[in-house]
């Protein structure tokens, strides 16, 4: 199957700083999503994406398509402790029917 | 508009014993797919369905485990004469055309005594 590479593996910040984490894959895809999850539930979706360089903001949240259609990337400013929690990012390739998800980026937020 | 719905939310079986996962798509939503948790990993795809019909479902094992989405009612993930290894998270996502985003509801955290 598609390998998707997400890092960093999991982040400690600081309350209040920004946070940048990235996917990438060997693969081209014409669609990438960001979810979080929270322990004990389902993955929320955050932002969807649909055109290589698409920039979509979701409140504090930016995520991009990159241009090469193998990579995308999320920011989160000024982080808060509901931050925390565990981002997956998901792709899409042309053929097929699944959507590949990457092994996620844990998210812990220091008050 | 209610989201995907999921039931059980927790599910213990004993060795040897069946269990059903039910999963209730989105309002308009004719796609589900299935998906597996482990601890601390990320989700594996196991099936994709329409109504009526499974569409691909290469990331099932094959033995013991199956999946339906009947034309009324919720789909269903089955797996019989559970084993402690399949004891994980499973998530039913929907989506309202191929390909499209899917969203996904609250899990079925099955764990095998």
């Known amino acids: 199957g598609q390998q998707l590479n997400q890092s960093p593996q999991s982040m400690f910040i600081q309350e209040g700083e920004d946070v940048s984490m990235n996917c990438t894959s060997s693969?081209?895809?014409?669609?990438w999503l960001w979810y979080k999850q929270d322990p004990g539930e389902g993955p929320v979706l955050l932002i969807a994406?649909?055109?290589?360089?698409e920039l979509t903001s979701n409140g504090r949240l930016t995520a991009q398509f990159g241009i090469t259609r193998k990579d995308s990337f999320l920011n989160i400013s000024a982080s808060i402790p509901s931050d925390v929690g565990i981002y997956f990012c998901a792709g899409h390739l042309n053929t097929g029917n699944q959507f590949y998800f990457g092994t996620g980026t844990s998210l812990t937020v220091i008050p | 508009n209610a989201g995907v719905m999921q039931n059980p939310r927790h599910l213990v079986r004993r060795r040897g014993q069946e269990a059903r996962l039910r999963c209730s798509p989105m309002?308009?939503?004719?796609?589900v797919y299935w998906y597996r948790q482990l601890p601390e990993e990320g989700l594996k795809f196991m099936v994709y369905l329409q109504k009526e019909n499974i569409i691909d479902e290469s990331g099932m094992p094959k033995e013991r485990f199956s999946a339906e989405f009947p034309k009324e009612g919720p789909s269903i993930l089955r797996i019989q004469q559970v084993v402690r290894g399949d004891s994980a998270a499973y998530f039913c996502?929907?989506?309202?055309?191929?390909?499209?985003?899917?969203?996904f509801g609250p899990g079925t955290r099955l764990l095998v005594l």
């Open positions: 693969s081209i895809f014409n669609t």
């Open positions: 996502a929907s989506s309202p055309h191929a390909g499209e985003t899917q969203y």
């Open positions: 309002k308009g939503h004719s796609h």
């Open positions: 994406l649909y055109k290589a360089g």
